[in-house]
């Protein structure tokens, strides 16, 4: 209890600080979320399509998903230096893997009956795409956008180094004074996550078709 | 609609088609028919494309496929198969104008036309708004068949539409496909493995095996000159039922009109010889008046006497049979 109260105690004398982060995080994790789906959901189409490298593009997209965060940011900061750069990009490559697969699978599985059909009757490939397998498919697909919704939201933690100070999202307003007692710190940041996890998960559950 | 020679072969050599040729006239009900694995499915499937012959050539409308686009050929010819394949996400008014949409009829006129169809079908307009999933597996099938009739093709081709039915529904809805055929003179090419169906529907039928036509003809000619032994073995299991059943009251010998002995029960010429027997024995008569559908002039007389003649004919296997 005192625990808990302490936390709060924390976050209410960091307001102004506790309230930014928690801007700058949402802002990232949209951000973030509308650069998965811009480019997920067209390439999960585009190799439901040409399906001999589904298999090569989903591998690949499997392995960027195994990099563990702390490895990537060694590869990143070399790279792009620290800031919304090189976060909105580790949550990219990280988010791809549910959404790319999910439209795969959603497309490829539309009953086959169906498509024959709409094929049948003169459908070009693009109506086929639009009026009837993207429709089908899209509860598969909009399931595999609420699961980057909610791994984007809590992903955006780990990922910059707490030590280093500039980077984006609610980790800083923790990291930043070295001198607060850590126990308190990850309570802070946890209790920050809560809220946007729980609305992501809201999200994912609603109308869960 | 004809074939030349079409062949389809597949990868390591496998034939599915081997040199098959027939016609198929404007406004004829054709059933193909074999085992399954037969190759009929994969005519079918050639005549809109969906599949291509190794050799041979399909001409439909009088020009030959390829000489067709796809995507134009495929909307001049009505679709029905046996998943029905309607679409889960789109209400039974969407389903049926399918076509339209994709070809960018406006609206209004889809909506008219999807009203027109349920009438076709015997459907009420409550039905527009529903979704598949809310049908009946008979009321599918009827929106399938409505789908395809939507932009008024000349020619239809049905892969098995009735086969995932049940037996009652079967009938209901072959009934009603015949009354269809007979009021809309559409080309039908029907496929399916269910001989009672074939000769029940058919005005000329195809009998396949392992890739070849076999026999091509009217029900009563193949049944009663079977060209082939596969074809009279394939045709003969139903015993003589089959054989009244399968042959229209047009098709058998009948009498000149002369004189009539009073009043007598009549049959018209599109029934089926079972139905001509059936009407005797309720009457107790032996001679029917055959009647034109629609006008109801007499055409001529069949007698219970010719009827035993031509099973005779038929079971003591006497190969020729000509129409009186």
């Given at each position: 209890?005192a625990?808990?109260i ?16 928690l801007?700058?995080h949402?802002?990232?994790?949209l ?5 998965i789906?811009?480019c997920?959901?067209p390439?999960?189409?585009?190799i ?11 591998a690949?997209?499997g392995?960027?998903?195994t ?5 990537l940011f ?12 090189p976060?909105l ?5 990280y988010g791809?893997?549910?959404l790319?697969?999910?439209t795969?699978?959603g ?5 086959p009956?169906?498509?024959?059909a709409?094929k049948?009757m003169?459908?070009t490939d693009?109506q086929?795409l639009w ?5 089908l498919?899209?509860p598969?697909?909009?399931a ?8 984007t939201?809590?992903?955006?933690h780990p990922?910059?180094p ?8 609610c ?7 070295l001198t607060?007692?850590s ?7 946890w ?6 996890g729980?609305m992501g998960?809201s ?7 | 609609?004809a074939?030349?020679e ?7 050599g496998v034939?599915a088609l ?5 016609e ?7 059933c193909?028919i074999g ?5 009929k499915t994969?005519l079918?499937?050639m005549?809109n494309r969906?599949?291509?012959p ?15 686009d ?6 001049s010819?009505?679709?029905?198969i046996q998943q029905?394949g309607?679409f889960?996400h789109?209400?039974v008014e969407?389903?049926?104008t399918?076509?339209l949409a994709?070809?960018?009829v ?6 008219q036309?999807?009203?027109e169809l349920?009438?076709?079908i015997?459907?009420d ?7 598949p999933?809310?049908l009946?597996?008979g009321e599918?099938q009827?929106?399938?068949?409505a ?11 049905m892969?098995?539409p009735f086969?995932a039915?049940?037996q ?7 009934d ?5 055929h007979?009021k809309?003179?559409?080309t ?6 269910d001989?009672?169906e ?7 039928l195809?009998?396949m095996?392992g ?8 029900p009563h000619?193949?049944?009663?000159t ?5 074809v ?5 299991r139903g015993?003589?039922i089959?054989v009244?059943r399968?042959i229209r009251?047009g098709?058998a010998?009948l009498?000149?009109?002369?004189e009539?002995?009073?009043?007598c029960?009549?049959v ?15 009457a107790a ?13 007499v055409?001529?007389?069949l007698?219970?006497?010719d009827l035993?003649?031509l099973?005779h ?5 006497k190969?020729?049979f000509?129409c009186a």
């Open positions: 209890m625990f808990f302490r936390v709060l105690l924390l976050a209410v004398e960091r307001k102004s600080l506790v309230l930014s982060s801007r700058e949402v802002v990232i994790s951000l973030a979320c509308l650069f789906a811009l997920g959901v390439l999960g189409i585009l439901a399509r040409f399906r001999r490298v589904a298999f090569w593009v989903i690949t997209t392995v960027l998903y990099i563990p965060a702390l490895a060694g590869f990143m900061i070399p790279l792009f230096g620290i800031g919304l750069r976060t990009f580790a949550l990219f490559i791809l893997l549910p790319v697969r999910n795969y699978v497309i490829t599985t539309v009953d009956a169906i498509v024959e709409a049948g003169g459908s693009w086929l009026r009837v397998q993207i429709p498919a899209l598969v697909i909009v595999g956008l609420r699961t980057v919704v909610v791994m939201i809590s992903y955006g990922l910059p707490s030590s280093v100070r500039g980077v984006w999202g980790s800083s307003s923790v990291a930043s004074p607060i007692p126990s308190s710190c990850l309570g802070v940041s209790s920050l996550h809560l809220p946007l729980l998960c999200l994912s559950l609603k109308g869960g078709s | 609609m074939f030349q079409v062949t389809k072969e597949y990868a390591r034939r081997e040199g098959v040729s027939f198929v006239e404007e406004g004829e009900f054709f193909l085992p399954s694995g037969c190759g994969t079918l499937k005549v969906l599949l291509e190794t050799s041979g050539r399909i001409f439909v409308y009088g020009q030959d496929v390829q000489a067709w796809p995507i134009a050929l495929r909307r010819i009505g679709y029905v029905i309607l889960p789109l209400t969407e389903n049926m399918y076509v994709i070809m960018g406006p609206l209004q006129v889809r909506r036309r999807a009203r349920l009438g076709v015997g459907l307009e409550s039905y527009l708004r529903r979704f999933r809310e009946s597996g599918r009827r929106v399938g068949v789908r395809a009739l939507a932009a008024d093709p000349k020619l239809i081709v892969d098995e086969g039915l049940d009652i529904t079967r009938m209901k809805l072959q009603e496909l015949l009354e269809l007979r809309l003179k559409k039908i090419l029907f496929v399916t493995h001989l009672e074939a000769l029940k529907l058919s005005t000329r195809g009998v095996r890739g070849r036509m076999l026999g091509v003809g009217r000619e193949l049944l009663l079977p060209p082939d032994p596969f009279e073995e394939f045709l003969g015993g003589i089959q009244l399968a009251v098709d010998p009498r000149k009109t002369q009539l002995p009073g009043t029960p009549s018209p010429v599109s029934a089926s010889l079972e139905d001509a027997l059936r009407r005797m024995v309720l008569r032996r001679t029917l008046v055959v009647t034109e559908d629609g006008t109801g002039r055409v001529g007389i007698e219970f006497e035993c003649r099973l004919r038929y079971l003591e296997g190969l020729s000509t």
